[in-house]
């Protein structure tokens, strides 16, 4: 089910793009990920997993107008894959004074299907390795760049990119990274991890039940099945370590919510912000009610979007945020 790996490189300015793309290419090894069929029409990866190429067709680097030396913010997408509400978020950044980094994660591995595979098809657990594998390897690309702050690096990630991102605060340093906001995040995939080491802001639209069993499954009150959580996987040790599909396969995740309060009671620098009339993806407007089938028949209703005013106070409240750091 893999198409052929395309690599563009040709063009990248006239989009205005990164303004020195001189770096070397990195493109994913000859043995990189392969589909397995793991439940009827649900697929994981197995197999090599690729860093991070600037040169790829879907890696976007975009400085923003009149500042010279501009703080970053990486934007994950979710389980999609590179879509609207990705390219949303960094054009907002942008006009925050960001520099924006995207990408898509499952591109940069060879797989080409789009995002309605990637969405319905794909398992949280594969495509959360994935997303991390070259977000992290982006983090140390952007290390490197002489044209950023890179005392100043932020994160956004959405959905299956939030829960990716709880993982990367527990591996990036403080010395660069001053805050990621993780938007959407499921209990499930790689998990939560039992530490990290920079501020961490958990993001959530009030009405955000997104493949929700009942209309009251909110994603941060929400549990899983713990098979449904990696086995083993380079990330930080945390809740997915005795639950996932060879220990404890039938249990439940912790919820977010629950993992989050005991975070807090630690003293961890985290916090949770909640937004009206916003859903799932608050850079996607309007709020609108989307179903998604997995699998072979499981069909659950998405709500997605939000009001202009949720996304505006999202990214006001990041704003003061970074402001007040």
Known sequence: MKTPRLVFTAGLLAFGWATAWAQNCNPAPAN???LKEVRPQSFSVEGPLADFDPCHRSSQFQMPRNNPKPPLMMVLHGGAGLDGATRNAAEAFRSKGFASLIFDAYEHNGFYQGPQFWASKGTNEARQRMIYKVALSAYEWALKRTDIDSSQIYFHGLSNGATVLFNIAGVVSPNHVKGIFAEG???VGLGMPDKFNVPLRLVYGKLDNYADKTEDDMIWLRQEICLLNVIEFNHPSGTSKNCNGALNPFGLTQSVFSWYEQQKSKGA?????????????????PLQKNMITYGV???RFAWVGGDASAKNKLLDDIDRYRQGR
């Open 185 to 187: 995040g499921p209990s």
């Open 269 to 285: 620098d985290i916090d949770i912000w909640f937004y009206d009339n916003a859903a799932h993806g608050m850079f996607l407007v």
């Open 32 to 34: 990189v990920a392969t």
């Open 297 to 299: 028949n499981l069909r």
